[in-house]
């Protein structure tokens, strides 16, 4: 059971608060979708889980632990941040090789992982060849090269073709069965209703929701219409410094 | 529910702090090696260093090597080493590409996700980068050196004149540590624009045009490719020696180094 737990978490670049006191957990077996506007934090609380960012305040961890202190990570928490990660240069195998080596990993797994994701046929093209949905595909492919039972993927569906979302929704919905942690952020609201199976909602660096996806919905029409009503005034393009929301 | 299986991932206890590094370090180092060798432009740029520098050398030898040899201040050790004015550039290339390719687009949040101790990671990368330079560097002092001295004909000497085997090693030494003082300046600026446009002038303007300026020259001569390439001349004049110059061109080489680890440890990535 590997948990994630995020307590009083708030990061300030500048004058700007990117998260303010953020705390919840996100719990295995099952699938946590992480919605909310451009800005809401979603990103921010991703790159502090993963020792990329310092908080300003608060703890991030996994399994109890900071991310920093594992020796291995890629075998704890795979994730998927940016689709545009691997040198262009690079061939694909090279690119997940070089991920392997450094965590120990058995080559035999980005064989494995390649021919998970669908790109096994493209292994040994340099990755400027690629589509964004292959890459998407490749940084897929990158997060579960450690088998982690943590998974977190940060809009893993853009640039996908109607295939390859619906491959991610069956890849989530098996490895959240498998009773891994998966963290999954998205703004495609009706592919997160079709997915996730409890959500959390961030907005302005707050959290908004922490529930299941049927009681999030409740009596709305759809999830699109429940998160409209919830995050009104906390887009971005609406925020103002120090006016009240 | 199933429990995903993952495999036992603590290392073995190590008895000494030095065998618990070389344990940490050596999965980092097999990483960072594909990491080079699986770039083409990174390996074209360490081959034109060699390239570059023999290749000139011996052009020029060919061209006008007896010629000059007839001049009264004509010095045959240093003269091999006339193609490095250009081929050191590539070797700037090679440190800097090494490090910066990590920059765009947000290749280094995926390498420090693997590998979230900083300072294992970028010392991992620079001791991949120069052990990758010093062959190189080394078969290129080691060119130039033959290579020249072939073709000054009765005027040429051996590896056992003053000076000559000290001159081929140094002209190793002086391009692995130009390529990790490289390395060092773009991990503090994080792009290959940026690194370059501070490494070109200082390398190819500044010491060339001011070493002769008095009272400047003083200063510039602990300019990194200045000090560092007084162990190409057999009698070195200024105020630093052979190896006092190589060892104020390894300090700025730390320096970079440091400043380097120091911006990846102190920012977010």
Known sequence: MTLIEIRGLTKRYGPVCALDGLTVTVRPGRVTGFLGP???????????????????????????????????????????????????????????????????????????????????????????????????????????????????????????????????????????????????????????????????????????????????????????????????????????????? | MTTPTTTPTTTPATATPAAALTAALAPVVRSEWVKLRSVRSLLVALFAAFVCTVGVTVLAHAMVGKAEAGNADFEPVYGSYFGLNFGHIAAVCFGVMAVAGEYAGGGIRLSLTAVPRRGLFFGGKLLVVGAAALPVGLATGFGCFLGAQALLGEYGVGLGAPGALRS??????????????????????????????????????????????????????????????????????????????????ALWAALAAAAGWWSLHRRDA
């Open chain 2, 168 to 249: 081929a090693i140094g002209c190793g030494l002086y391009l692995t540590l130009l390529t990790v003082f490289s390395a060092g300046v773009a991990a503090v600026l994080r792009s290959q624009v940026g690194a370059l446009s501070v490494l070109t002038p200082v390398v190819f303007l500044i010491s060339p045009v001011f070493a002769g300026v008095p009272g400047i020259g003083t200063v510039v001569a602990f300019l990194p490719d200045r000090a560092g390439q007084q162990i190409l001349h057999p009698v070195p004049e200024g105020p630093l020696g052979a190896w006092s110059g190589m060892g104020v061109m």
């Open chain 1, 38 to 245: 451009n800005g809401a934090g979603k990103s921010t609380t991703m790159r502090i889980l993963l020792g990329l960012d310092r908080p300003t305040s608060g703890t991030a961890l996994v399994g109890g632990r900071p991310y920093a202190s594992f020796a291995e990570p890629l075998r704890h928490v795979g994730a998927l941040l940016d689709a545009s990660a691997a040198h262009p240069a690079r061939t694909a195998r090279d690119h997940l090789l070089t991920l392997a080596l450094s965590n120990r990993i058995p080559a035999r797994r980005v064989d494995e992982v390649l021919e998970e994701t669908g790109i096994a046929g493209a292994a040994r093209r340099r990755v400027r060849t690629f589509s964004l949905g292959m890459r998407q595909r490749l940084g897929l492919a990158a997060a579960l090269l450690g088998d982690p039972p943590v998974v977190l993927l940060d809009e893993p569906a853009n640039g996908l073709d109607p295939e390859g979302i619906l491959q991610l929704r069956r890849l989530a919905r098996r490895l959240a069965g498998e009773g891994r942690t998966v963290l999954l952020s998205s703004h495609l609201m009706g592919e997160m209703a079709r997915t996730a199976d409890h959500l959390v909602v961030l907005g302005r660096g707050r959290l908004l929701a922490d529930a299941p996806l049927d009681e999030f919905v409740g009596g709305s029409a759809s999830l699109e219409e429940a998160y409209f009503a919830l995050t009104a005034g906390s887009a971005e393009f609406t925020h103002q410094e120090g006016t009240p929301s």
